[in-house]
């Protein structure tokens, strides 16, 4: 078997474990929806720390802004995010402009 052939079915075989979205200039972005979960958790879980420790958020993390170039902002924000909704992110903001808006973490108090 040539070494072309075998680069191609373990190109494929790694594609088939990776999710894709559609980029504004239409190529594809592959990732690894494991991968995307870890990274977008823990962009929430700093988040939090930096507003509780009252210090500046970091910024997001590349798959996040990967999404903001995205053709459909809202399909690549729902692949990407898997059903969960851990976002320290105005999803609006994102979906519809393509802009980081940080949202609220803490929980409001009903009087």
Known sequence: M?????????EKATRDKLMHFELQDGRRYYFNPQEAHTTTFRFFSD?????????????????????AGAKDRGEALSRVM?????LPL?????VER????PRSLVAEQRQ
């Open 2 to 10: 040539a070494l072309r052939d075998r680069f191609r079915r373990l």
């Open 47 to 67: 988040s939090m720390k930096a507003d509780w420790k009252r210090n500046p958020r970091p910024d997001p993390p590349e798959l996040l802004k990967v999404v």
């Open 90 to 94: 105005d999803r609006e903001a994102l």
């Open 98 to 101: 393509g802009e980081f808006m």
């Open 82 to 86: 898997g059903g969960f909704s851990h």
